[in-house]
């Protein structure tokens, strides 16, 4: 990895042919060629457009103003698309690797999501014993079954950190099961880690019949229904919530067992998501003040601009 690396700065940086490459390094061209492949294929290498766009901070302004955030970024994506996980997750990838710099120990809350998952596969690998990864929700079905969202023990990987996952269901069969799995002194020092933490980092989900809580088996075909009707339009670490932010009466929340914050977001709470389905949720969670941090790309500012 070290070879690949030094292959790919000459390349990319230093703009050297292969051939020079490969005589300074003293191993073939084609070998030069694997090296760089793999420095690609390990994100060792990405590209980052440092003109900044007008129009793109002239919407992150609008919605700091809007919502009143402590951070925002919105990134470019193509004309007309109608979701931008890969551009969101690279700029949520910058934003999250300026945060872990730091030397002193730092405690992360990492909830899931298709763009948080993006964002750990496109973190570079890093050497960060001394933070701490912990999950904000479960990562399994009522019969077992992992779910492919599990970012945090994926993101502790790239970071050489320490992980404390949520190994349980998302939501329980019964009441009593839940009050049993949170009694267990494990979900007791998870419970502690994430209200230390010193940041909050989690993708955000919609209501329908592509629900991501439903589709992947988490809650029933029934209990998304009644989620709707009590008039959720969408999901923060499995909660639902309505639009005006506030957390709806779904039959399932009773056992929920994620660490769901209520109150208003008392230090970074980021959410990382991009797509037409998802901005009323987006939208919702920050005018409830669920969260004070968004990386998004440009078409879904604007949807969460265009309404109040």
């Known amino acids: 990895m070290d070879l690949a690396a030094r292959a790919a700065w000459l390349y990319y940086f230093k703009s050297r042919t292969q051939e020079q490459i490969a005589t300074e390094l003293n191993v073939s061209r084609q070998i030069v060629q694997r090296l760089i492949a793999l420095a690609n294929s390990e994100r060792l290498i990405r590209f980052q457009l440092v003109h900044p766009l007008a129009e793109t901070i002239e919407l ?92 945090v023990t994926r993101l502790a990987e790239r970071l050489n950190a320490q992980c404390y996952p949520l190994p349980m269901p998302v939501v329980t069969n019964t009441i009593e099961e839940r009050a049993v799995l949170k009694a267990q002194s494990g979900y007791g020092v998870l419970r502690s880690l994430v209200e230390e933490a010193t940041l909050l980092i989690m993708g955000i989900g919609y209501w329908g019949a592509d629900a991501t809580l439903y589709r992947d088996g988490f809650i029933t075909a029934a209990e998304t229904a009644q989620a709707m009707e009590a008039g959720g339009v969408g999901e923060l670490l499995g909660c639902a919530i309505s639009a005006e932010g506030k957390i709806v009466d779904a039959d399932y929340h009773d056992r929920l067992t994620s660490f769901i914050r209520t109150q208003p977001a008392d230090r970074p709470t980021t959410i990382v998501a991009s797509g037409v389905f998802r901005a009323p949720a987006i939208r919702a969670a920050l005018k409830g003040k669920l969260a004070n941090s968004l990386i998004t790309d440009e078409n879904t500012a604007r949807l969460i601009l265009s309404s109040g």
């Open 60 to 151: 992150a302004e609008r919605l700091r103003d809007r919502f009143e955030l402590v951070y925002c970024d919105v990134c470019l994506n193509e004309g007309g698309s109608t979701e931008d996980i890969p551009s969101v997750a690279s700029q949520a990838t910058f934003y999250l690797e300026n945060i872990i710099q730091q030397k002193a120990p730092l405690t992360i809350g990492i909830g899931s999501g298709g763009a948080m998952r993006e964002l750990a596969r496109r973190l570079p690998p890093m050497d960060r014993p001394q933070h701490r990864c912990v999950s904000l929700m479960g990562n399994l079905t009522r019969d077992g079954r992992a779910t492919h969202y599990d970012v």
